[in-house]
């Protein structure tokens, strides 16, 4: 049922037609909780509007926390036969929101949450890059009071905050994207440096930067950049794999599976993360990333912040305007070789970054 006129009708219009730009050939996939359940309905009623099929599907926190209860190990590795269906038959999906109370995932022991990640990304991610379906994420959907109290958040806020964010328009972040990502397309080599002992190099040559500002539109899916997410706003690349080397240190919070990372420092030596360390969360974390397949050890992104209304200290520290984030792990979807189930993103407060000698970020500000 659509809500006319609302807010929400407002919104469920853009997100189909500009943010993913539906069309009548699509077949659609709505992932969502019950609190977002108007939102995913006002979706696939525009969807209908469009002459698109679509399809509603329902998670519930009590159904995701069975399932990391109750399925073993080597079952949860396993991709859900109907999960990969579901990527297989669509040609676009949206992903809205997420738990209710992420603090369920507490209770998921490492080796559980790292295998339910290896399957989860098979059945999904895998089967979407390589079908080319696009993909749109509505984070404004996380904003609960059980996920604020989780993490420690002001729940009103943030909820301002993610409206602000969210408004910010498709074309300003483009243009702002797109300056930037000219000066990584021609980049040797890349410094990330910042008061809190951050001082990291990493090699950008040969590689190509992917501006993210909330569409996915013909461009984009021949440049390989499937997916977005609402608030958007990041220009991100991916560096050469082998190249990382210094120190990162995360000192602004990073939610994680219902925790808060307060502190996270990482050490990469001829290109390999060697040293993962950080407070009690941080470390579970690592738990996790002990657990994890594949080229977890390895840089993946490099990404600015675009965002003007976005705030550091919530779930979206990588699209604030002059944030600098680095990322270890899977990164095939900004056109790297590293493959994983494990991904981590830590965004470096007030960082400078340099590219051949030009600050792009000068003390958490955009130099350019």
């Given amino acids: 049922m659509q809500h006319p006129g609302s807010d929400m009708s407002k919104l469920a219009e853009n997100l189909v037609r500009n943010c993913l730009r539906i069309r009548s050939t699509d077949n659609v996939t709505v992932f969502f909780y019950p609190h977002n359940m108007a939102l995913a309905e006002d979706i696939a009623t525009e969807c209908f509007r469009v002459g698109a099929d679509a399809l509603l599907n329902l998670y519930t926190d009590a159904y995701y926390a069975a399932y990391l209860k109750y399925l073993p190990v080597e079952s949860l590795r396993q991709p859900s036969v109907y999960c990969r269906g579901l990527t297989e038959l669509s040609t676009a999906q949206f992903w809205v929101g997420g738990a ?13 949450l790292a295998a339910a990640d290896e399957g989860e990304t098979a059945a999904h991610f895998d089967v979407a890059r390589e079908r080319k379906v696009r993909g749109l994420s509505v984070d404004l959907g996380l904003a609960t009071a059980p996920r604020a109290k989780a993490y420690g958040f002001p729940l009103a806020r943030w909820k301002r905050m993610m409206t602000q964010a969210s408004s910010v328009s498709a074309a ?34 040969g590689r190509r930067a992917q501006v993210f500002d909330g569409v996915v539109d013909d461009e984009d899916i021949a440049a390989g950049a499937l997916s977005a997410s609402i608030p958007a706003g990041s ?29 996270l420092r990482w050490e990469f030596r001829d290109g390999r993360l060697t040293t993962f360390d950080g407070d009690a969360n941080a470390k579970a974390l690592a738990a996790v990333y002990a657990n994890a397949a594949g080229d977890k050890d390895r840089v993946a992104g490099l990404s600015i912040g675009l965002n003007p209304k976005a705030e550091l200290g ?10 600098v984030t680095i990322g270890v792990g899977a990164n095939e979807d900004l056109g790297g070789v590293n493959k994983s189930s494990f991904f981590f993103p830590v965004t470096v407060p007030n960082a ?17």
């Fill in 314 to 323: 919530f779930l979206q520290n990588a699209i604030v305007r002059g944030a």
């Fill in 100 to 112: 209710y109370d992420p603090s369920i995932f507490r209770k998921a022991s490492a080796e559980k």
């Fill in 235 to 263: 220009v991100s690349v991916a560096p050469q794999e082998t190249s990382a080397h210094g120190v990162i240190v995360g000192s602004v919070l990073s939610p994680w599976a219902g925790r808060s990372i307060r502190r």
């Fill in 172 to 205: 300003k972040l483009a243009v702002d994207g797109k300056r930037l990502a000219a000066k990584l397309d021609t980049t040797a080599k890349a410094r990330i440096t910042a008061p809190n002992g951050t001082d990291l190099e990493v090699a950008l040559a």
């Fill in 352 to 368: 400078t970054l340099e590219v051949d000698g030009l600050s792009l970020v000068q003390n958490g500000k955009l130099a350019v």
